[in-house]
């Protein structure tokens, strides 16, 4: 038989000794075929595979369990014929063992895997602080939390050094450092129970309440991490929060009973309607008279008084919402003050529109590099409302004679007072807000507005005889006014 030119093209049908040559004239027929085979005659099981599109590579295809198994090896650009002869040789002594390279193949790169996600995992143990968790903590659980839980969390893990707007305080003062604040930067992998033990041991000697608020806020953060993917290896077993030392070095709550007797009520009456802040002053008042929460007296708007069904509104942390009587004395109060904005104890000022008035407060903001306020109401607050009063009644209580009581204090005195009328329970718990403890409190009785007034009107009748303050009830308070 004659011997093939070098320019003649391979024949598929039979095997040869590859050669660069033979490679760049291997071509595939474009109108019947996908892709054509060249064999090795050197290296049992290596072929040169082209496709209809020109495309060249080796590949080592032999039998195993009379299956066909069939391997690419590489481009022929990137690998030389000797290269492919080796590596063919090397298969094909694997096939003999009885392994499938195909499979070996798909274990490495399984392996590679798992070590990839071990090293991702060892390097997210690495990065991931307790602030990092506590900021995925706060954002998914922010819908399931209300308004002062969810500030609360803020507040423990602020990092302080903001401006301080604290009444009364340095223009240069600073806010401090929440008791979390320290925990905050540490790896969350490193918050063990030594540690915590030793945070509670700090705190507890500085400001102890603030801190059990804190630890009680850790626990339950901690707990939460426990049962995420991302962060239960991180933590042990057991809640590190959850130690008894750290439990002892914050101390028990002591039993807080600061409280107006009947006695004092003259007295503290007497000083607290001198408060030349008629907003503070009417504050107060409302806030012994109703026994409602600091909280939700300050954010009464005009709109949640009812005053045709006399009614208020109160936003309450354990139901959402009360509504609770509006009093007599109480609508007096309420009415005297001026309705300058949405809130019912605005902070809100009228300003001198004279010309002098003007220009001088446009001077004295120019020198402050800060806008002269527009309009003639000028807000002391951000929100237009006024904060807690404790500085105005600590001084009212200083002057009447009594000692440490506080604003939540007055919310306990309305309980304590109401004892003296033996006012059901269920009704001072009713308009206090206060959770239902008993099964027929929380599923059976929801006492009407009017009958929570009949019980509410005498238990004010009684406090203002007591405290000696006049009043006619017979007289309709003031229509609620927009003051301009």
């Not at 009328?421 to 006492?447: C, D, M, N």
Request: proline share 5%; hydrophobic share 40%; glycine share 6%.
């Amino acid at each position: 038989m004659a011997r093939p030119k070098k320019t003649d093209l391979p024949d598929t049908t039979q095997a040869i000794e590859l050669t660069a040559g033979a490679i760049e004239r291997l071509t595939c027929r474009t109108d019947t075929k996908a892709q054509a085979f060249l064999r090795d005659t050197k290296a049992p099981g290596l072929r040169v595979r082209v496709t209809n599109t020109g495309a060249k590579s080796y590949v080592f295809e032999a039998k195993l369990n009379r299956q066909t198994i069939r391997r690419t090896i590489g481009d022929v650009r990137a690998w030389s014929i000797e290269q492919a002869r080796t590596e063919a040789r090397r298969l094909a002594v694997v096939l003999d063992g009885g392994q499938d390279p195909r499979e070996i193949e798909r274990q490495q790169q399984a392996e590679q895997a798992a070590a990839a996600q071990s090293a991702s995992v060892a390097a997210l143990r690495e990065s991931v602080t307790v602030g990092t968790a506590w900021a995925a903590y706060l954002t998914e659980r922010r819908p399931f939390w209300g308004d002062l839980h969810y500030r609360d969390h803020i507040i423990k893990a602020s990092p302080g050094g903001e401006p301080s707007k604290r009444r009364g305080a340095d223009k240069d003062a600073k806010t401090q450092p929440g008791p979390l604040a320290a925990l905050m930067p540490l790896k969350l992998k490193d918050l063990e129970q030594a540690t915590i033990e030793a945070w509670a041991a700090r705190e507890g000697k500085t400001r102890p309440s603030s801190a059990r608020l804190a630890w009680r806020l850790l626990t339950v953060f901690l707990t939460w991490c426990t049962e995420q993917a991302d962060y239960a290896d991180m933590l042990p077993a057991k809640n590190p929060a959850k130690s008894k030392k750290a439990r002892e070095a914050l101390g028990k709550a002591g039993v807080k009973s600061d409280v107006l007797t009947r006695e004092q009520l003259p007295a503290w009456f007497t000083q607290v309607r001198q408060i030349q802040n008629p907003g503070i002053a009417a504050a107060l008042q409302v806030m012994l008279l109703t026994g409602a929460r600091p909280g939700e007296v300050m954010g009464l708007r005009w709109k949640d008084l009812n005053t045709q069904w006399k009614g208020i509104n109160m936003r309450d942390k354990i139901e959402g919402t009360r509504e609770i009587p509006l009093t007599p004395y109480v609508a007096s109060l309420l009415a005297a003050l001026p309705r300058r904005n949405e809130w019912v104890f605005s902070s809100a000022y009228a300003l001198d529109m004279s010309e002098h008035n003007v220009k001088r407060r446009a001077t004295k903001a120019a020198n402050r590099g800060i806008d002269a306020p527009e309009g003639n109401m000028k807000n002391r607050s951000a929100e237009g409302r006024l904060t807690e009063p404790n500085t105005p009644h600590t001084r009212a209580c200083k002057a009447a004679g009594i000692d440490e009581l506080t604003l939540h204090g007055l919310r306990r005195s309305f309980a304590s007072l109401t004892e003296w009328l033996e006012i059901p329970a269920g009704v001072v718990a009713q308009i206090q807000g206060h959770k239902p403890s008993a099964t027929a409190e929380k599923h059976y009785k929801r006492r009407p507005l009017d009958l929570l007034r009949l019980h509410h009107e005498r238990i004010e009748i009684w406090i203002l005889e007591q405290a000696e303050v006049s009043f006619d009830r017979k007289i309709e308070p003031t229509k609620l006014a927009l003051v301009a």
